[in-house]
């Protein structure tokens, strides 16, 4: 029986960040599950970067989900201004803190299901929280998972996130799978840009079909 190809190029992903990048962790500055919840809330299509040099404050005015829930859109978009589309996450993050009150007693639940239940927080902010607050087996798929997952070939002209998130699944180990979803967007945060990838900086090359199809075609 012949190797499955695919997964060798999974083994050799895995084998290389293992000794490349062995601590991989959110950018993302929280101190328990609340914190981290808002961050990633605040974080869709914009940098942490900026998520990091907004939060401090407002988790100094809102430290609980209970003081967030008493609030007003108003004040809590007083402090994300900064941040990308801060009317609807302002909304959200009322919606999302009200939520966990009335219908959680305050905690940031620690299931998929009930996660997606929270104003604002999607299938993949879902994940985010399933592998990083609670050290679950996840794969949130966000543009650069999407995006390099393809453009290396773990996935095959993917269509959408769930389908990747699909594929990513079945082929890495349940034990790395967090840590590769880490992985996949440090490297294309760093590396793999979109627009320009810095393949000459790349460790990966030898798997990748991006590569192979622009520098070794003939």
């Known amino acids: 029986m012949k190797p499955n190809k695919l997964q060798q190029k999974y083994d050799t992903f895995v ?3 293992e000794e490349h990048m062995p601590i991989a962790e959110s950018e993302l500055q929280y101190k328990n599950p609340y914190q ?15 998520v990091n040099m907004t939060t401090p404050a407002l988790f100094e005015c809102f430290p609980t989900p209970n003081d ?4 007003t859109v108003e ?12 009317n609807n996450k302002a909304k959200n993050l009322l919606g999302m803190a009200q939520a966990l009150v009335q219908d959680f007693g305050g905690i940031v ?24 607050a609670f050290k679950k087996p ?10 390099v997952a393809n453009r290396i070939g773990l996935t095959k002209n993917s269509k959408n996130v769930l389908e990747t998130e699909k594929v990513l699944v079945a082929h890495f180990p349940q ?22 990838p810095k393949c000459e900086e790349c460790g990966i ?14």
Request: with cysteine.
């Open 15 to 17: 084998a290389y960040f």
């Open 36 to 50: 981290l919840l808002v961050a990633v809330i605040l974080s869709a299509q914009c940098t942490d970067k900026r």
């Open 68 to 71: 967030m829930a008493v609030s």
């Open 75 to 86: 004040e809590i978009y007083s402090y994300i201004k900064s941040i990308s589309y801060p």
């Open 109 to 132: 639940p620690d299931n998929l299901e009930d996660l997606q239940k929270l104003p604002g927080v999607g299938r993949k902010t879902a994940n985010v929280m399933m592998a990083v």
């Open 138 to 147: 996840a794969m949130p798929v966000d543009t650069h998972v999407f995006r």
């Open 175 to 196: 034990e790395v799978l967090s840590k590769a979803h880490h992985w996949l967007i440090l490297h294309g945060r760093y590396v793999c840009l979109a627009r320009k």
């Open 205 to 218: 090359t030898g798997i990748c079909e991006y590569y192979k199809e622009k520098h070794c075609a003939k």
